[in-house]
């Protein structure tokens, strides 16, 4: 009985030893995982409808903080520039430095002679209630609403000397996922996939949720250790007094 008990006691301070390594490693991860995406990310809430279906006015989403030379086709950013208020926006980027932007070929925009499908618009109307055309300078980026109809988008700054379209350096992020309401991953539009460049990789922020929670698993399976382990005890413990007297 003395050699089980020694066995036992053994087990438990094993048991012991990885629960609490279970609970350390879960917080570095938990911890680390919200510290990583605080560094990586920033929250902003859209100002208008001028996104919509993609995301809405009020929604708070989460954007990558990225250099302006990162930036693809397709990217929904936040920027912002003095011609559009100076205060930050959010649109999709359809056109890039060297791109001749026009509306509409059969309802479509596109891009330097090809066609566009835009899976992302509200509606089934022309990818512009207007027809344009635009050259889109080095440096510069082309950007226009998913809402077509009321977005204040580069086509309302046509005119001025970038022909709609504003610099690299004006843009802080690039739109990641909707955080509230929970609206999931926002993707990459394939149809720009074939063009110079393609599109952007994905960001880090699936990675990021699954350490968060990796580490919130590891702290619920430590932390249930000591409660299990006790119970199970006691049920050794009662199953060891019921044994009759000089049986051994």
Excluded at 82 to 99: C, E, L, T
Excluded at 200 to 222: C, E, F, K, M, T
Aim: hydrophobic share 40%.
């Amino acid at each position: 009985m003395s050699g089980t008990g020694r066995t036992g006691g053994g087990r438990g301070r094993l048991g012991s030893t990885l629960s609490g390594l279970a609970v350390a490693v879960g917080c570095v991860l938990f911890l680390g995982g919200f510290a990583w995406g605080a560094v990586v990310y920033k929250p902003y809430t859209v100002p208008t409808e001028s996104m919509t279906p993609t995301v809405h006015a009020g929604d708070r989403v989460l954007a990558q903080r990225i250099d302006g030379s990162e930036v693809h086709r397709g990217d929904v950013v936040v920027f912002t520039d003095p011609g559009w208020g100076n205060m930050p926006m959010v649109k999709r980027v359809v056109g890039i430095g060297g791109d001749k932007i026009a509306c509409c070929d059969k309802g479509r925009l596109t891009i330097n002679g090809k066609p566009i499908e835009e899976p992302y618009l509200q509606t089934k109307d022309p990818a512009s209630g207007n027809d344009f055309t635009a050259d889109v300078p080095e440096g510069q980026l082309f950007l226009l609403g998913d809402e077509r109809r009321d977005s204040l988008d580069s086509r309302v700054h046509l005119d001025d000397p970038g022909q709609g379209s504003v610099p690299r350096s004006a843009v802080q992020a690039r739109v990641d996922a909707v955080a509230w309401p929970l609206g999931g991953m926002i993707g990459r539009p394939q149809a720009f996939a074939p063009l110079p460049g393609g599109v952007s990789s994905p960001g880090p922020l699936r990675l990021q949720l699954g350490v968060v929670a990796a580490g919130a698993v590891l702290i619920l399976l430590g932390a249930a250790y000591g409660p299990i382990a006790a119970r199970s005890a006691r049920s050794a413990r009662g199953k060891r007094d019921k044994v009759p007297a000089g049986v051994h």
